[in-house]
């Protein structure tokens, strides 16, 4: 226990105070949240995602963190973890929310989103809501990195510029991109 309460406590030095991150500001004029499930710290460190299912009306078919739109009244990190428990059966009792990363703001949908990377289990068995999510996806923050690109995607007509990652085949960009470069930068002096 003592060396699991000194790697958590390593983690949170790295990342900033949940409710400091909230007060950060970013584009955005709708408040969402998600949780960034991170297993296996320090040692072998992994993140899970979720693939939406490609019939929905947002986001569909897309590779993101557990998370969503915050309801009336609701803190962040209640967004977050209640987001969790719906789209994946993780309970919040099975999460330790060690920190937070900066709310990142999405153009097209125009979300304020606030990351919360909470640690779990290692062996931890998800349990896909059907009606929204297609596959719960695990990758190690190495095979992450290895994969990383910057490439030009045609988003609605529009060329970007962004940074990807793959995870089982499937590429992760935008929002989802910019969390997990963000979670590699303030990670990178712990990671060598």
């Not at 960034?36 to 986001?59: A, C, I, K, Q, Y």
């Not at 809501?129 to 990195?145: I, R």
């Not at 007509?157 to 992760?172: E, N, Q, R, S």
Request: no cysteine; net charge negative; hydrophobic share 40%.
């Amino acid at each position: 226990m003592a060396e699991s309460s000194r790697s958590s406590s390593d983690l949170r030095s790295l990342l900033l105070d949940p409710e400091e991150a909230e007060r950060l500001d970013a584009h955005g004029g709708t408040d969402a949240a998600v949780l960034v499930p991170m297993h296996g710290w320090p040692d072998n460190p992994g993140l899970v995602f979720t693939e939406r299912r490609s019939d929905l009306n947002r986001h569909a078919g897309e590779i993101s963190f557990p998370g969503g739109r915050r309801d009336e009244g609701e803190e962040l990190i209640d967004t977050a973890l209640r987001e969790a428990e719906e789209e994946i059966g993780l309970s919040p009792e099975n999460v330790e929310v060690v920190g937070a990363l900066p709310p990142i703001g999405t153009f097209v949908t125009n979300y304020k989103v606030h990351p919360f990377v909470g640690l779990i289990d290692e062996d931890m068995r998800f349990e896909p809501n059907p009606t929204e999510v297609e596959s719960v996806l695990v990758a190690s923050l190495d095979d992450l990195a290895a994969v990383y690109e910057k490439r030009r995607l045609v988003r609605r007509g529009v060329p970007i510029k962004t940074d990807t990652y793959l995870v089982a085949d499937k590429l992760i960009w935008g929002a989802t991109a910019r969390i997990l470069a963000e979670l590699f930068h303030r990670l990178d002096r712990r990671l060598r």
